[in-house]
């Protein structure tokens, strides 16, 4: 069967969240199919990609580190044009990151920004590691680890023996909230309820994706 024919996943653009419940709970869909195995692989095919060809009208922004088991479209069970995806090493957020984002809230309309951590991550546990022993990496690693660390010291002052998943929430938290705080643009979506910022922390042994933080209305 060629792609154009493939009934499971035809292109049409259907049930295309435009609001922030409605773009929250496929998001979380999407994440329950591939816990379970069943992963449907949506828009993925021929017929998607031609339909795509002259725009894009992405439903959710993922802002996530870019550990190489953090692949955003497979973890939500997403395709082509379902996700604007910005990622650095330990989600960190620098101008070019918020203008990324800014693009997306301003011109595509997003309805939703994820900041997407996990469990165990490296960047975050370098940045425990250059806190405890007061030594820098070399190189651009640096800029990364002077980053989160606000975040791991914010960690600490709750629990001196938090650990690098309690880092984790944090600076999910930090991240998303001064994305909010530092750009306008974004914040004017949020108050007028036209996007919503969550940061959800990622489990690498079952692949679920649990809230930490939310600005912005999910319900029903
Ligand atoms: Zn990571």
């Not at 660390?149 to 938290?173: C, F, G, I, Q």
Request: charged content about 20%.
């Amino acid at each position: 069967m060629s792609g154009e024919e493939d009934s499971s996943s035809t292109g049409v653009v259907v049930d295309l969240p435009s609001s922030p419940p409605e773009a929250w709970a496929k998001l979380m869909e999407g994440n329950a199919r591939f816990v379970e195995g069943t992963s449907s692989h949506p828009n993925q095919d021929s017929a998607r990609r031609t339909s795509l060809m002259s725009a894009q009208n992405p439903f959710v922004m993922i802002f996530g580190c870019s550990d190489s088991r953090l692949a955003a479209e497979i973890i939500f069970d997403l395709g082509l044009g379902d996700a604007f995806v910005v990622r650095t090493a330990g989600h960190v957020l620098d101008n070019t990151a918020l203008g990324s984002l800014e693009y997306g809230v301003e011109y595509l309309k997003v309805p939703l920004i994820v900041v997407l951590g996990h469990d165990n991550c490296g960047a975050v546990t370098a940045t425990k590691g250059a806190v405890a022993t007061g030594e820098m990496p070399a190189g651009f690693v640096r800029d990364l680890v002077e980053r989160i660390t606000p975040s791991v010291l914010a960690s600490l002052r709750k629990d001196k023996d938090s650990d690098v998943n309690a880092m984790v929430e944090e600076h999910v938290k930090q991240t998303a909230a001064r994305l909010v705080e530092n750009s306008p643009i974004i914040a004017d979506a949020v108050a007028r309820q036209r996007t919503a910022v969550v940061g959800l922390t990622y489990r690498l042994s079952d692949g679920s994706a649990d809230l930490v933080y939310s600005n912005g209305s999910l319900g029903r």
